[in-house]
T-cell receptor
Framework: DGGITQSPKYLFRKEGQNVTLSCEQN?????MYWYRQDPGQGLRLIYY???????QKGDIAEGYSVSREKKESFPLTVTSAQKNPTAFYLC???????????FGPGTRLTVT | KQEVTQIPAALSVPEGENLVLNCSFT??????LQWFRQDPGKGLTSLLL?????REQTSGRLNASLDKSSGRSTLYIAASQPGDSATYLC???????????FGKGTKLTVNP
């Protein structure tokens, strides 16, 4: 069953704690992406990776970090430096030649 | 900087009606355009992908058109059903980049 999985679905953390969101894909895509979605705003790109062991900052990378040690996995860490971490986080993957992107089910993070 | 606009922000129609959702973008140098559907609290489902060299794509009751020169795309939904109720998002991939730029979406409600 091919697709993208994100875990957990809901995550609650206290302010000041780092938290890591999981994203796994079995679509054999080279590229993976992390987006943030807030009410009333479009999706905004946090980080993306076009190949293993390489990644680039998106539009809102401050307060976030990522790694890409395996083709299938692209975890996102929300650090204590992120001022407004409460949001819905979506992971996606895509590949050549069309660059069509496929999305996971999302993780809703609440920080209090 | 590419900007994507979707009008209207919300649309309510009776069941059975044919409808059109609009998407406009400011920079015509796009690689492709994707239409997505998002149900409340869920991830994005890819509906249609139009490559920059194409004028339209069809899937079932959905038809998407692309006019690069005018910076516009439309998503036509025929014979709407209550199950079509969702938020529809338009996104473009810039030429030379794999990054998607999203509009804020149109929230569609189809009333029985």
């Amino acid at each position: 069953d091919g697709g993208i999985t994100q875990s957990p679905k809901y995550l609650f953390r206290k302010e000041g704690q780092n938290v890591t969101l999981s994203c796994e894909q079995n679509l054999n895509h080279d590229a993976m992406y992390w987006y943030r979605q807030d009410p009333g705003q479009g999706l905004r790109l946090i980080y993306y990776s076009q190949i293993v062991n390489d990644f680039q900052k998106g539009d809102i990378a401050e307060g976030y970090s990522v790694s890409r040690e395996k083709k299938e996995s692209f975890p996102l860490t929300v650090t204590s430096a992120q001022k407004n971490p409460t949001a819905f986080y979506l992971c996606a993957s895509g590949g050549t030649p069309t660059y069509e992107q496929y999305f996971g089910p999302g993780t809703r993070l609440t920080v209090t | 900087k590419q900007e994507v606009t979707q009008i209207p922000a919300a649309l309510s129609v009776p069941e059975g009606e044919n409808l059109v959702l609009n998407c406009s973008f400011t920079d015509s140098a796009i690689y492709n355009l994707q239409w997505f559907r998002q149900d409340p609290g869920k991830g994005l489902t890819s509906l249609l992908l139009i490559q920059s060299s194409q004028r339209e794509q069809t899937s079932g009751r959905l038809n998407a058109s692309l006019d690069k020169s005018s910076g516009r795309s439309t998503l036509y939904i025929a014979a709407s059903q209550p199950g079509d109720s969702a938020t529809y998002l338009c996104a473009v991939t810039q030429g030379g980049s794999e990054k998607l730029v999203f509009g804020k979406g149109t929230k569609l409600t189809v009333n029985p």
